[in-house]
């Protein structure tokens, strides 16, 4: 079954940035050409940024383990990325957390 991620982020989205959410009717013309290439460049520049720890966290661990275990070291690397990655979606759902918690249901018009 295939997942849209972009249906996915969207409630996500409606959370850190209401404004920016419509709801019922989609959005056509250039001015919603004009923000989905925004937030695409917006979402590829996050995503560049977030995978830039787990990369250093996994380079680190290989050019330590290389030379005593040689290939071997590939599988702690992995588990260095994937435990950066987990911090990382830990830490961004704490913040999505918090986030929704101050958000007032009133506040949003529809």
Not at 11 to 16: F, K, S, T
Not at 86 to 102: F, I, S, V, Y
């Amino acid at each position: 079954m295939y997942v849209n991620p972009r249906r996915r982020a969207t409630p996500r989205a409606a959370v850190l940035f209401p404004g920016w959410v419509r709801i019922g009717t989609a959005a056509s013309g250039v001015e919603a050409l004009g923000q989905r290439l925004l937030s695409t460049t917006a979402f590829l520049v996050l995503l560049c940024v977030m995978l830039a720890a787990p990369l250093a966290a996994s380079i680190l661990a290989f050019q330590s383990l290389d030379s005593v275990t040689g290939d071997w070291a590939f599988g702690p690397a992995f588990l260095a990325a994937l435990a950066v990655l987990a911090l990382e979606g830990a830490l961004l759902l704490r913040q999505l957390g918090r986030a929704l918690e101050r958000m007032d249901p009133g506040a949003i018009s529809r």
